[in-house]
C-alpha cells in the first residue's frame, strides 16, 4: 500500500495552465468593492458583541459557581 501512495503522490496531482495566475487577477480587478457600513451600525455590532462576552462571562460563572456548590455539598 505504501507503494501505490508513493506512486500517487509522485505523480502531479493538478496541471495549472501557465497563465492561470494572470486570469485570476484580471476577474479579480472586476470585483465590486465591498460597501462601506455607516459608523452607528458598526458600533452597535461593537455592543453586541460585548453584551454576548458580558453574558456568556456571567453563565461561565454560574457554571461553575453549579460545579463548586454540587462538590462542595458532599
Not at 18 to 45: A, I
Not at 58 to 64: D, E, I, K, S, V
Amino acid at each position: 500500500m505504501d507503494k501505490d501512495l508513493d506512486a500517487l503522490l509522485s505523480t502531479p496531482l493538478l496541471d495549472v495552465p501557465d497563465n492561470f495566475t494572470q486570469g485570476v487577477m484580471r476577474r479579480v480587478q472586476f470585483l465590486p468593492l465591498p460597501q462601506r457600513h455607516s459608523g452607528w451600525l458598526e458600533k452597535l455590532q461593537g455592543l453586541v458583541l460585548v453584551v454576548g462576552g458580558i453574558l456568556g462571562a456571567t453563565q461561565l460563572a454560574a457554571f461553575l459557581f453549579g460545579m463548586w456548590s454540587a462538590s462542595a455539598a458532599g
